[in-house]
Structure formats: C-alpha cells, structure tokens
Nanobody, 125 residues
Framework: VQLQASGGGLVQPGGSLRLSCAAS????????MYWVRQAPGKEREFVAG????????YYADSVKGRFTISRDNAENTVYLQMDILKPEDTAVYYC???????????????????WGRGTLVTVSS
C-alpha cells in the first residue's frame, strides 16, 4: 500500500496550492480519504475527509470555506485545493484512508487504515 502526497511548496499569504495524493495497493474507491496536517511544534490536526464515492465531504472549522477536498477514483487520487492560504496553514500535509466511516475528526495514524508520506506547505511572504 502506498499513499504519496505531492504538490507542496512555498506560497505567499492569500495564494493557492493544490495537493495531490496518489494511492496504490488497495481498492481506492472503497475507502474514505482524508487530509491531516501537522504544523511545526504542534499536534496533528484533521483537515478534511471525503466519502468513497466523492459525495459528502467535511472540514475542520479552521479551513472551511477555503479548502476543498475531492477525488478521482479513475486515477486513484485525492486532492486538496487550498485557497486564501494563511501563515497558520504552514504544515506537513498527510493523506490517509479508512474503509469504515467514523463520525468525528481523527488525527493519529493509528486511527486510519493507511497513512502516507506528507508534503510540506509553507505560507510566508
């Protein structure tokens, strides 16, 4: 199983980035997909989740209205479109997968079936 996040980089406040996470080794279309982030010196934070079919999605209050999670089951890829970025969005962003939906927001790798390598996003002028 592999989850490989990409698309991170340096962006100015107010700018945009689109992260991608390519999945392999499991039936991607049967899993909820998530983004979780960890800022320097802080605990991990749930960011967003999307249903296996690409239907309902949900977000942390800190990113609601600015970030959009989506997926392409034909490409086994989940995306995170990040707009109106703020310095406090600086973090390593991880994608994760879980077969069964569980209400709530989870940030620990042990709470997911699969967890990938992260990509660093730095928001700074």
């Amino acid at each position: 199983v592999q989850l490989q996040a990409s698309g991170g980089g340096l962006v100015q406040p107010g700018g945009s980035l689109r992260l991608s996470c390519a999945a392999s080794g499991f039936t991607f279309s049967s899993y909820w997909m998530y983004w979780v982030r960890q800022a320097p010196g802080k605990e991990r934070e749930f960011v967003a989740g999307v249903r296996w079919s690409g239907g309902p999605s949900y977000y942390a209050d800190s990113v609601k209205g600015r970030f959009t999670i989506s997926r392409d089951n034909a490409e086994n890829t989940v995306y995170l479109q990040m707009d109106i970025l703020k310095p406090e969005d600086t973090a390593v962003y991880y994608c994760a997968a879980r077969r069964q939906f569980r209400p709530g927001s989870y940030s620990r790798p042990a709470e997911y079936d699969f967890w990938g390598r992260g990509t660093l996003v730095t928001v700074s002028s």
